[in-house]
């Protein structure tokens, strides 16, 4: 897909993505997340990411939340391990609108303490909320486990405690050491010339501060093995295995995202799928998943079964990774797992907006965007050789972790 893209004096990248539609998409991708939360701070990236829809120099919330509604655009935000977004899609005449709309939240909010502690009474009820879902809550739990020590173990709401205790002073504190000028993208996909964008973009955001402090993350250490499991009020039997994984700067992510996809990914057709769940209809969620960060990466085995199935699935689930190691794919079997992928990923350029922010993410991490021909290039170049290779090193049974969310006994 065509793209430009623009860095201006202060380091803030404009991408620019031409596409022929009545609908547009925009988003603001900035380099920082719970990783680079202070000790005693998880959750505070998130915390700020609510609250910038609350009060500007210039806005109140209201006059926030109906600047982009008011005339149908849709408005949100999220925050990651190591990235916070803001994104909108609208019609192609509001461009303006967002992009100015963009700088008013992220450069000019003003943090007002009613606002917060409001917006904390809110987290905390997400929060609760969320431990109420034992499907949801043992990722967090497992990757706590995981990265033992490390902020990347944060969760990314944070605790009860650590988000009672935020100050204002944290807020402002953290903004200014991570909100990297140089490390912000601002993307726009829609049916307008370059020079539109460049125009709109070096309107609203050339006079922003330059602010490049030096960014510090420490990479995780590679702990070893545990089996934890932890017993809860609830009806069934919850189960992660994984390890750390490859990074998004290493050439053996395309064959684990290839093993992942085949494995236990997307789709029903999966390995993990048809032998666990349609053949013995011991799970009825089992998948994996395989998420590279900017310096490691994170793979896992997720499935939910009672209590008494639980060490059958795990047993089957070890089969099948011997199973994988032992018998290599056939060229046919690799050409249809490639297909497949590559059909996915097809389909997915069909959601605009994640899109736009996939693209934005790859210009923070690589400062490139490859296109679709190259990624498949790269998906159809992995051999089966690398399969095993990597399947061998990502799933060596004695190096899975093994996280369990177990009904309390009676």
Same mark, same amino acid.
């Given at each position: 897909?065509?793209?430009?893209?623009?860095?201006?004096?202060?380091?803030?990248?404009?991408?620019?993505?031409?596409?022929?539609?009545?609908?547009?998409?925009?988003?603001?991708?900035?380099?920082?997340?719970?990783?680079?939360?202070?000790?005693?701070?998880?959750?505070?990236?998130?915390?700020?990411?609510?609250?910038?829809?609350?009060?500007?120099?210039?806005?109140?919330?209201?006059?926030?939340?109906?600047?982009?509604?008011?005339?149908?655009?849709?408005?949100?935000?999220?925050?990651?391990?190591?990235?916070?977004?803001?994104?909108?899609?609208?019609?192609?005449?509001?461009?303006?609108?967002?992009?100015?709309?963009?700088?008013?939240?992220?450069?000019?909010?003003?943090?007002?303490?009613?606002?917060?502690?409001?917006?904390?009474?809110?987290?905390?009820?997400?929060?609760?909320?969320?431990?109420?879902?034992?499907?949801?809550?043992?990722?967090?739990?497992?990757?706590?486990?995981?990265?033992?020590?490390?902020?990347?173990?944060?969760?990314?709401?944070?605790?009860?405690?650590?988000?009672?205790?935020?100050?204002?002073?944290?807020?402002?504190?953290?903004?200014?050491?991570?909100?990297?000028?140089?490390?912000?993208?601002?993307?726009?996909?829609?049916?307008?010339?370059?020079?539109?964008?460049?125009?709109?973009?070096?309107?609203?955001?050339?006079?922003?501060?330059?602010?490049?402090? $030096? =960014?510090?993350? #420490?990479?995780?250490? !590679?702990?070893?093995?545990?089996? +934890?499991?932890?017993? &809860?009020?609830?009806?069934?039997?919850?189960?992660?295995?994984?390890?750390?994984?490859?990074?998004?700067?290493?050439?053996?992510?395309?064959?684990?995202?290839?093993?992942?996809?085949?494995?236990?990914?997307?789709?029903?057709?999966?390995?993990?799928?048809?032998?666990?769940?349609?053949?013995?209809?011991?799970?009825?969620?089992?998948?994996?998943?395989?998420?590279?960060?900017?310096?490691?990466?994170?793979?896992?085995?997720?499935?939910?079964?009672?209590?008494?199935?639980?060490?059958?699935?795990?047993?089957?689930?070890?089969?099948?990774?011997?199973?994988?190691?032992?018998?290599?794919?056939?060229?046919?079997?690799?050409?249809?797992?490639?297909?497949?992928?590559?059909?996915?990923?097809?389909?997915?350029?069909?959601?605009?907006?994640?899109?736009?922010?996939?693209? $934005? =993410?790859?210009? #923070?991490?690589?400062? !490139?965007?490859?296109?679709?021909? +190259?990624?498949?290039? &790269?998906?159809?170049?992995?051999?089966?050789?690398?399969?095993?290779?990597?399947?061998?090193?990502?799933?060596?049974?004695?190096?899975?972790?093994?996280?369990?969310?177990?009904?309390?006994?009676?």
């Amino acid at each position: 897909m065509e793209y430009n893209v623009h860095t201006l004096p202060n380091g803030i990248r404009l991408l620019h993505v031409p596409a022929a539609s009545t609908i547009s998409h925009a988003c603001i991708i900035i380099n920082t997340g719970s990783r680079d939360e202070p000790n005693g701070k998880a959750g505070l990236a998130h915390f700020i990411e609510h609250l910038i829809f609350k009060r500007t120099e210039k806005r109140s919330t209201n006059q926030i939340l109906n600047r982009l509604e008011s005339v149908g655009a849709d408005l949100n935000a999220y925050t990651t391990k190591e990235y916070t977004c803001v994104h909108a899609s609208f019609l192609n005449p509001y461009l303006d609108r967002t992009l100015e709309l963009f700088n008013d939240i992220i450069f000019h909010s003003t943090f007002p303490e009613e606002e917060m502690d409001k917006e904390k009474s809110v987290i905390l009820d997400e929060i609760a909320s969320y431990l109420d879902q034992p499907e949801e809550a043992i990722n967090d739990d497992f990757e706590d486990m995981l990265f033992a020590g490390h902020s990347l173990g944060n969760n990314i709401l944070g605790t009860t405690d650590s988000v009672q205790n935020f100050t204002r002073e944290d807020v402002i504190n953290f903004r200014k050491a991570n909100y990297r000028t140089n490390e912000i993208v601002i993307a726009v996909l829609g049916n307008y010339s370059l020079n539109s964008v460049l125009s709109k973009g070096t309107k609203h955001f050339a006079e922003v501060e330059e602010n490049t402090p $030096a =960014k510090e993350r #420490i990479k995780p250490k !590679k702990l070893a093995q545990t089996n +934890t499991t932890i017993y &809860k009020p609830i009806m069934q039997a919850h189960c992660i295995l994984g390890v750390q994984a490859y990074s998004t700067h290493q050439q053996e992510k395309v064959a684990l995202m290839l093993l992942n996809n085949y494995f236990g990914g997307n789709g029903m057709s999966s390995v993990l799928n048809l032998q666990i769940r349609e053949k013995y209809g011991i799970a009825y969620t089992i998948e994996s998943n395989f998420s590279p960060l900017s310096d490691t990466g994170i793979f896992s085995i997720y499935f939910g079964t009672d209590k008494e199935k639980q060490n059958k699935a795990l047993s089957l689930i070890f089969k099948e990774i011997k199973k994988l190691k032992e018998n290599p794919l056939n060229e046919l079997q690799l050409q249809k797992a490639k297909n497949k992928f590559i059909g996915q990923i097809a389909l997915g350029e069909e959601n605009r907006i994640g899109l736009i922010i996939s693209m $934005a =993410k790859s210009l #923070i991490d690589h400062n !490139k965007i490859d296109s679709l021909e +190259t990624v498949f290039e &790269k998906i159809n170049a992995v051999t089966t050789v690398q399969m095993i290779e990597v399947a061998n090193e990502i799933l060596d049974i004695e190096k899975l972790n093994i996280f369990t969310f177990s009904p309390i006994e009676e």
